[in-house]
C-alpha cells in the first residue's frame, strides 16, 4: 500500500530498501550538488496530497537539473515564499541518514 504525504515537514521516513533513516541537516542546493556525486544517494519528494514519490537512480541527475536545482529555498531563509520561484513552487531540502550512515536519502518538501 501507498502512503500519502499528509504534511510536510515530514518526521519519519525510510530508504528505498526499509531502513529507517533520520533527519539530518537541511540542504542548500550547493550542498546537493555536492552530495549527488555520492553513488549512494537516494532522493525522494514529498507533496501533500500525494504518494511520497522515489526518482530512480537513473532519473536523479535529470530530475534535479530541469526541477529542483532551481527551486530549492535557502537553510537561512525564514520564510518559505512559492510564488518567489518558477511556476510557483520550491522544494525544502533535507538529509536522512540511516544509523550507520551507509544509506543517504535526499527529501525535498514540495511548498506551492
Known amino acids: ?35 549527488l556525486r555520492a553513488d549512494r544517494v537516494e532522493l525522494a519528494v514529498a507533496d501533500c496530497g500525494m504518494p511520497l514519490k522515489r526518482i530512480s537512480k537513473d532519473g536523479i541527475f535529470n530530475f534535479w537539473k530541469s526541477d529542483a536545482k532551481k527551486r530549492i529555498v535557502a537553510p537561512t531563509q525564514e520564510k518559505i515564499i512559492p510564488e518567489q520561484y518558477p511556476s510557483g ?24
Not at 533527519?23 to 552530495?35: E, M, P, Q, T, V
Not at 513552487?89 to 506551492?112: M, N, Q
Request: proline share 2%.
Open 1 to 35: 500500500m501507498t502512503k500519502i504525504v499528509t504534511q510536510i515537514p515530514l518526521y519519519e521516513l525510510s530508504s528505498e530498501n526499509g531502513s529507517t533513516v533520520s533527519r539530518g541537516r537541511n540542504l542548500s542546493a550547493g550542498d546537493i550538488a555536492d552530495l
Open 89 to 112: 513552487y520550491c522544494y525544502v531540502a533535507s538529509e536522512w541518514l540511516s544509523e550507520d550512515e551507509t544509506t543517504l536519502v535526499l527529501l525535498l518538501e514540495k511548498y506551492h
